[in-house]
């Protein structure tokens, strides 16, 4: 493996670094609307803002919300925390009233940016049903009782709301302030400062504020692009939530790291992605792998020429072996999984761009460079030998600083040895590539026989007809877990549960055939795309009932 070194530089530094050096290439790019930033309107942009936020009293460690789809000034006001070393705390766009009042409150949020909703979602509404102080004070003397360090709402947008900036004005108010306050802050701002805060999904009891500093997530995001042959001509199409780490590290910060050109989807459309490689020319993408399997299956698939793509990633949940040779063979890239959590930066391990088809499809690669990544047995906390199944766990640059004002979930997830536990399953093969099996907590046991959920959906797969499964455990009396098995199927596939349990016999184990086959519509997903298992039980119960199986 190639060595690389680390960079001790800010995330404000890269973006000046660029704007200096190629000043007019583009730096992002919104294909659907033709909006085009060079490196050195980027930069401009920013710099402004950063001045805007500094008169409003955002100063270095400030927490700053981003409420936002992948709207063209998400990035701006990223960047502009950046720069003057305030964190972006960033806001899943799903989140409703109670759950955008429980971050807020837990994060000590200073200044919250807005836009007027996802479509389905008013944060106008939600925004004054939390502050109502809004409608009456003056903006920047915002007193709430309930969110006392809450001084300031900032709309993301040309339109103006009672009690709120929104970015015009505070771009005006950067024009017109002084260079000097800017570079004073800039000079104070250390790459080993928290610069993002993200909020794990929460699957397991309340979300926590992930800390991740400059140093963590612009290494991850170069070392990431160095695994796939990144170079200032790439162009990288990015449709994931910049909410998430697959949007801001793996795909933002790749790019800040290599100079090349960030084209966005404002918010997923399979159409969009695909107009927007081929207009672009983008010679990446990246996705879950519901989002592949909608691009793919779009009507309009082959109008459009994807010959340019070279590489990308999938990932944000296990990725079906079948599904990302369909992407291979159709999308012409040479698809690379990334894998980790966010409290890793996210990644751990990412498989690299010249490694067989076999490991890209069927592993998650090699350690990243100057990270150790150990499976320790869940019980004795030794180290696994190779292939025997344990715990993965990460120590390096990339672990978190650490859960924001939660000491004690902290070490709970950061042993004393400095190791990182991810609570997933998975082992280390011969070649050294490590290889994930699922989730501690995911794991069926069936009678006493220990089940991953994997191996089964791997096989299901094959089957032709089913578009996408799922496969998770539903309480039983007599094995205390039974094998459900969730299927969405190919528009126009007739399958029957009894084909689905014919498919499997003398192929699997007979423990590990599905007792219950449930054809559903689409999975229980996280803002960021991921599978939220724990979920599919209740579903699992509730079709069943339907059917009037009893189960418990």
């Keep these: ?46 710099d402004e803002l950063a001045k805007g936020f500094i008169e409003i009293g955002v100063r270095r460690g400030t927490h700053v919300g981003i409420w936002a789809t992948n709207v063209p000034d998400w990035l701006t006001v990223m960047y502009a925390c950046a720069k003057i070393g305030a964190v972006a705390v960033t806001v899943n766009t799903n989140y409703k009233q109670s759950e955008l009042e429980y971050l807020c409150e837990n994060s000590d949020m200073h200044t919250l940016c807005v836009i007027d909703g996802d479509g389905y979602t008013d944060y106008i509404d939600m925004t004054y049903k939390m502050l109502p102080e809004l409608k009456s004070c003056e903006r920047g003397f915002l007193k709430s009782d309930r969110f006392p360090k809450m001084k300031n709402v900032v709309y993301i947008g040309q339109d103006k709301y009672r009690g709120m900036y929104n970015i015009p004005e505070l771009l ?9 306050k800017l570079e004073e802050i800039k000079s104070s701002v250390s790459c080993y400062d928290v610069v993002n805060m993200q909020y794990t999904s929460g699957t397991t009891g309340f979300p926590k504020g992930v800390m991740l500093t400059h140093h963590n997530i612009t290494n991850n995001g170069y070392l990431t692009g160095e695994h796939m042959k990144f170079t200032s001509e790439d162009k990288l199409c990015c449709c994931v939530p910049l909410f998430h780490c697959f949007g801001i590290v793996l795909a933002t910060m790749n790019v800040i790291t290599h100079g090349c050109t960030q084209v966005m989807v404002e918010k997923f ?9 081929h207009k672009e020319r983008c010679t990446a993408v990246y996705g879950v792998p519901t989002m592949f399997i909608a691009e793919l299956n779009h009507p309009m698939f082959d109008m459009f020429d994807l010959s340019c793509l070279r590489t990308g990633i999938m990932a944000g949940s296990l990725c079906p072996i079948e599904l990302m040779k369909r992407v291979q063979d159709k999308m012409f890239l040479r698809v690379t999984s990334v894998y980790g ?23 998650v690669g090699y350690e990243f460079e100057h990270t150790e990544v150990k499976v320790l047995d869940p019980e004795t906390g030794e180290e696994c030998p190779v292939g025997v199944q344990g715990e993965l766990c990460n120590r390096g640059y990339n672990n978190m600083k650490g859960y924001y004002n939660n000491p004690q979930a902290t070490a709970e997830t950061i042993d004393k040895n400095g190791f990182l536990h991810s609570g997933d399953l998975g082992y280390k093969d011969e070649n050294g590539n490590y290889r994930i099996t699922g989730r501690i907590k995911d794991m069926i046991i069936r009678g006493g026989e220990n089940i991953y959920p994997r191996e089964i959906e791997e096989y299901l797969y094959k089957m032709p007809g089913i578009k996408d499964v799922q496969v998770a455990g539903i309480p039983s009396h007599k094995y205390g877990e039974e094998v459900g098995a969730f299927i969405i199927l190919d528009e126009g596939a007739d399958i029957q549960e009894s084909d689905v349990k014919e498919f499997c016999k003398g192929k699997i184990s007979h423990y590990k055939i599905p007792k219950y086959v449930l054809f559903v519509e689409g999975f229980p997903l996280t803002g960021s795309g991921k599978i939220q298992k724990f979920k599919l039980k209740d579903v699992g119960l509730e079709l069943l009932k339907k059917q009037g199986v009893e189960v418990l």
Excluded at 269 to 277: E, F, R
Excluded at 341 to 363: A, K, N, V, W, Y
């Design 269 to 277: 459309d399979p159409l969009v992605v695909l107009a927007s490689i």
């Design 172 to 180: 005006l108010l950067g024009k017109n302030t002084d260079d000097s």
């Design 1 to 46: 493996m190639a060595e690389y070194q680390l960079f001790e530089r800010t995330i404000g530094q890269w973006l000046e670094k660029w704007a200096a050096e190629v000043p007019d290439k583009e730096a992002i790019v919104y294909s659907d609307r033709d909006l085009r930033f060079t490196y050195s309107q980027l930069n401009r942009r920013v």
């Design 341 to 363: 959590l966010t409290e890793t930066s996210p990644g751990m391990t990412h498989t690299r761009i010249d490694q067989s088809f076999e490991e890209r499809c069927e592993t």
